[in-house]
């Protein structure tokens, strides 16, 4: 039985991920020193695994983050149903008080099982979904990409890893991420099964358990 080797990886670190900014599917930021970094540490650690594919979202900060292995040769494509879901009227502004509130309630509306709702100005979890199926299907019909690297968001992630572990998308808060944190899956033609949980060994000693605000929304 053949299987499908799946590595998908968050960014790696931006300005705005340091500073506490909202990014989302409409802020196109570029990796920041420390980000480059991390992108560094992935591709010393994974320049020998034979990908067959890169797929990143449209965003910058992704398609930098694997900028190594598109160097090498491996075939890249961009989908925007791999965008970060659409944060609303707070993308680019500093969170304050009163919209950590807001988020924290939002959250909690998710997590009460409500996904079909927006946030202010933004997406649900469940447009989020219908976005990435149409990628979801496209990768599940080429068995001769055998091993794929995906950089992708933070919560666009979760939502993913969710969905190819049908797992409910008010639990999908239970898939912890940081920048340049790794999930492994293997997919055997009918199922997903996780090899790497949220890994960060390839950053060595920059590796550290994700803060709040990592787990929460940056991305």
Request: charged share 20%; hydrophobic share 35%; with cysteine.
């Amino acid at each position: 039985m053949s299987i499908k080797k799946v590595y998908i990886i968050r960014h790696g670190q931006t300005d705005f991920n340091q500073q506490g900014i909202v990014q989302g599917s409409g802020i196109d930021s570029n990796l920041n020193q420390a980000g480059q970094q991390q992108a560094a540490l992935f591709f010393q650690k994974y320049k020998a695994i034979p990908f067959d594919k890169v797929y990143t979202s449209t965003l910058k900060r992704s398609i930098q983050s694997v900028q190594g292995f598109i160097d090498l040769g491996i075939p890249h494509e961009p989908h925007a149903g791999l965008n970060e879901i659409n944060w609303g009227n707070r993308e680019g502004q500093r969170i304050t008080p009163e919209e950590d509130a807001y988020y924290f309630h939002i959250l909690q509306t998710w997590n009460n099982g409500d996904t079909h709702v927006c946030i202010e100005g933004g997406e649900s979890p469940e447009l989020v979904t219908a976005r990435q199926r149409p990628f979801v299907d496209l990768m599940l019909s080429r068995p001769e990409e055998e091993t794929i690297l995906i950089c992708m968001h933070g919560r666009a992630m979760r939502i993913l890893l969710s969905n190819l572990l049908h797992y409910p998308l008010r639990c999908m808060d239970q898939f912890l991420h940081q920048n340049l944190c790794l999930y492994q899956l293997d997919y055997t033609g009918s199922m997903f099964t996780v090899k790497k949980y949220c890994d960060v060994s390839h950053l060595k000693e920059n590796a550290t358990e994700p803060d709040r605000f990592q787990q929460i929304r940056t991305n």
